[in-house]
């Protein structure tokens, strides 16, 4: 038996008044999707535990069956374990994006989604700045650049980290159109150094070539660091001793191929893939085949319905819908058709039209069976839908759902 795990970030969502009062899954062509429910376990999970705000890192924790009520520590520490880099005793780490900021407000948390090779130069001509080198010398700040906009911070300073759990630091994509003074660093000792890397990004990135050409072209400038999300050292257990499953995880995005890892799965990189709406859904596709013919299990989790409806592009979130059903979905179960196949499709967490925001409803997801026949019911693979069938009150049991018979 093969096992596939299935993931559109953000791809749930309320009905949207510009779609006639559907659902960006009502709304989008997917066939493929929507013969899965029809011969199917179908129906709703609750990824986002009570207690700990809606996001991908509790929502995908879950998933893979890690409680985060017993092992979440922050989100950039898991996303630092992707990058091999170990938070120390005593430190903490943060997502250092790249933004966007106009006019005193948040505009982007990715700056319109900013190429890999552009965001690694600014974060490291910024280090280089003799000014923010300084700085963060004196407080005792790394930051490790990736290449996305998405890099990583570690403040390594025990005066600074000794209250961390008076501070309060806000998501970047959750904010947007905010002004700076409301969603600035607040409570403890180091909000006033990150408010202060902040505003002297700002300052020194505003003038750098890259984003001067950038906004000749009518592109957003990555003009502002935001740390966010922080965390201590983290560690999950065990997949394969959990599960007796080998096997592989394939996204573009750190925090992902972080849950991966310290679980001992395999992370497969796929060149082109973004974490965009422009990605390489084929070549995840096909690393999915290639991943299956040594290993019990693959999981492949693309980004981009979750990235277009944070920038506020429904028509891209649908068509990312679209992409992954046609360019994922149906050529990995047509290049294993023949053999027994089970697979779990879901989203991890609701991503809302209306303000970009996150949300903890539960996710409606559907376990297909190859030796279960499509019952012809037409059934699609909607929110409304998914509420009629099975509820499953915690989402670390969907691997457990996926495993049995």
């Given at each position: 038996m093969k096992y596939i795990l299935f993931i559109g970030d953000g791809m749930a969502d309320l009905p949207v008044e510009e779609l006639g009062g559907k659902t960006p899954l009502e709304a989008a062509d997917k066939p493929n999707i929507d013969a899965l429910a029809n011969s199917a376990e179908f129906g709703t999970a609750k990824t986002c535990p009570d207690g700990l705000a809606p996001g991908s890192d509790v929502a995908i924790m879950s998933i893979f069956g890690c409680d985060a009520a017993q092992y979440y520590f922050g989100r950039a520490p898991l996303e630092a374990a992707d990058q091999g880099v170990t938070v120390p005793e005593g430190a903490m780490a943060f997502r250092c994006n790249m933004a966007t900021v106009i006019d005193g407000k948040m505009k982007s948390h990715s700056a319109g989604g900013i190429d890999g090779a552009s965001a690694r130069t600014l974060i490291e001509d910024l280090c280089k700045d003799e000014v923010f080198s300084s700085a963060m010398k004196q407080y005792g700040v790394s930051v490790y650049p990736t290449d996305s906009y998405r890099h990583i911070a570690i403040l390594n300073n025990s005066g600074l980290t000794s209250d961390s759990g008076e501070l309060m630091l806000k998501a970047p994509h959750d904010n947007i159109g905010k002004p700076l003074p409301e969603i600035l660093p607040q409570g403890g000792k180091a909000a006033p150094v990150l408010s202060k890397l902040i505003e002297l990004s700002q300052t020194i990135l505003s003038e750098h070539p890259i984003n001067l050409d950038r906004q000749s072209r009518g592109l957003l400038p990555a003009n502002c660091v935001w740390f966010w999300a922080q965390g201590t050292a983290a560690n999950l257990p065990g997949f394969q001793a959990r599960y007796g499953k080998t096997g592989a995880v394939i996204s573009?995005?750190?925090?992902?191929?972080?849950?991966?890892?310290?679980?001992?799965?395999?992370?497969?990189?796929?060149?082109?893939?973004?974490?965009e709406l422009e990605t390489n859904y084929s070549g995840k596709a096909s690393a999915a085949i290639d991943a299956l013919k040594t290993r019990d299990f693959v999981a492949v989790h693309v980004e981009a319905p979750d990235e277009c409806t944070h920038n506020f592009d429904l028509t891209g979130k649908i068509k990312a819908i679209?992409?992954?059903?046609?360019?994922?979905?149906?050529?990995?179960?047509?290049?294993?058709?023949?053999?027994?196949?089970?697979?779990?499709?879901?989203?991890?967490?609701?991503?809302?039209?209306?303000?970009?925001?996150?949300?903890?409803?539960?996710?409606?997801?559907?376990?297909?069976?190859?030796?279960?026949?499509?019952?012809?019911?037409?059934?699609?693979?909607?929110?409304?839908?998914?509420?009629?069938?099975?509820?499953?009150?915690?989402?670390?049991?969907?691997?457990?759902?996926?495993?049995?018979?």
């Open positions: 573009a995005v750190p925090l992902v191929r972080g849950i991966g890892r310290l679980q001992g799965l395999d992370v497969i990189l796929v060149d082109g893939a973004t974490g679209e992409n992954i059903d046609k360019l994922v979905i149906k050529p990995v179960l047509e290049a294993l058709k023949g053999e027994a196949v089970r697979a779990l499709i879901l989203s991890d967490h609701y991503t809302l039209t209306k303000d970009g925001s996150h949300d903890a409803t539960p996710v409606p997801y559907a376990i297909y069976d190859s030796s279960t026949p499509n019952i012809g019911t037409s059934v699609r693979f909607t929110e409304a839908n998914a509420a009629n069938g099975v509820y499953l009150p915690k989402g670390t049991s969907l691997m457990e759902h996926l495993f049995s018979k």
